[in-house]
Structures are given as structure tokens and as C-alpha cells.
């Protein structure tokens, strides 16, 4: 189940960022919690962030065990995403009111030989 925290917006997300939300969604189901949204293209951002363009969210971590645990689904949701995502997680401890994981679509540059 997704949830959206409360003043999110979805305007304006990409495709490349919703197929995220339904990856972590069936990350987060697989620890048996829900997929809380916190933030989208709204909230206060770096003027350089993906989230303004929609290709970046993030997720409540909370209502989870554990760190360990927060690290164990932001590492199944980058495997499952692959190189052109990118998954980082904010704040370190449980207790940080600012703890989130947060993910990006960015593709890299790619060469041909």
C-alpha cells in the first residue's frame, strides 16, 4: 500500500519516478509496512534536486524497526532499480526527525564502443 503524507503533490512526477514508488512499494510489502510518501516535487529542495522535476521522492522510515532494517530496503529497492536510480539514506538513525530514503531517477551517461 502507498500513503501520501499529507500537502504532497504527485504533480508533475515522471514515469522513470512512479515505476520507483512501485518498486519500493513491493520492497516495503515485503517487510509488511506501507510505503508512507513524503515528499515529491513539494517541500523545500536544493535548487539542484530531482525533486523538481519529478524524478525524485522520498520515503518515511520511521515506522520501521530498525536502521538496519532502512538499510536493508534502500539496498533491495536499488538492486530491483538498477544504475539509473539512485537511493540514499538521509539521517542515519531512527531518531533523526529528518531520517528518510530518498530516491532519484538520474541516468547516467552512457558510451558506445
Not at 512526477?13 to 506501507?34: C, F, H, M, P, S
Not at 530518498?102 to 564502443?113: A, D, F, G, L, S
Amino acid at each position: 500500500m502507498i500513503r501520501l503524507k499529507e500537502g504532497v503533490s504527485l504533480a508533475g512526477l515522471t514515469t522513470q519516478a512512479l515505476l520507483g514508488i512501485k518498486v519500493a512499494e513491493a520492497v516495503y510489502e515485503k517487510y509488511d509496512r506501507v510505503l508512507w510518501i513524503t515528499s515529491v516535487n513539494d517541500g523545500k529542495h536544493d535548487e539542484t534536486s530531482l525533486h523538481h522535476s519529478g524524478n525524485a521522492f522520498d520515503c518515511r522510515v520511521w515506522h520501521l524497526e530498525s536502521w538496519e532494517q532502512v538499510k536493508q530496503i534502500g539496498d533491495e529497492i536499488k538492486a530491483a532499480l538498477g544504475s539509473d536510480y539512485d537511493v540514499v539514506l538521509e539521517g542515519r538513525t531512527l531518531d533523526n526527525e529528518n531520517a528518510h530514503i530518498h530516491v532519484e531517477y538520474q541516468p547516467r551517461q552512457r558510451t558506445e564502443i
